[in-house]
């Protein structure tokens, strides 16, 4: 099974941008809540999963004073788990793992992902902090994904 991840670069928003990330992702299949308990689930230390209302995820989020984990799923029993983490330096960081997941999740994950890094409510700046990188298929050494390859918009950091 392939493991990585795909970090995403974005600066920092004052409203959080979960909703609409929720909206996209369902549209192909990627769900916040879990499809039979009904509920997000937000990853304590040890990596359980504790339900959590959307309303204080979404609180947690916008306060950004710690990372938080939260499991996305693709089905009742695959999940990606998603790390929002926070840089004072203006900037989120989301960190998608990608392990445990067939090749063929993989790549419906990451088309996902770049797909919403082309969202139009993203900034169309150039040279705004934008960007994502993503494993290699073979090492699971970091490189542009290859929507930053195709899109100047991307800068990856």
């Not at 004073?65 to 996305?72: C, G, K, L, Q, R």
């Not at 693709?74 to 990606?80: M, P, R, Y």
């Not at 926070?86 to 900037?91: E, N």
Request: glycine residues 6%; proline residues 8%.
């Amino acid at each position: 099974m392939p493991k990585g991840f795909v970090r995403w670069y974005q600066e920092s928003a004052p409203a959080s941008k979960l909703d609409k990330q929720v909206d996209f992702l369902r549209k192909h299949g990627i769900h916040l809540t879990h499809p039979a308990l009904g509920t997000t689930l937000v990853l304590d230390i040890e990596g359980n999963g504790i339900p959590v209302e959307r309303s204080e995820l979404d609180r947690l989020l916008a306060i950004r004073i710690a990372s938080i984990n939260v499991n996305w799923w693709l089905s009742g029993n695959v999940n990606l788990v998603d790390e929002y983490s926070f840089s004072p330096l203006g900037f989120d960081i989301q960190t998608i793992w990608l392990d445990g997941l067939d090749a063929q999740e993989t790549r419906l994950t990451e088309a996902a992902l770049q797909e919403i890094a082309l969202a139009p409510w993203l900034p169309p700046d150039p040279w705004s902090s934008t960007g994502m990188v993503s494993p290699t298929p073979n090492n699971g050494i970091q490189s542009p994904c290859t929507t930053a390859k195709k899109y100047p918009s991307f800068r990856i950091l």
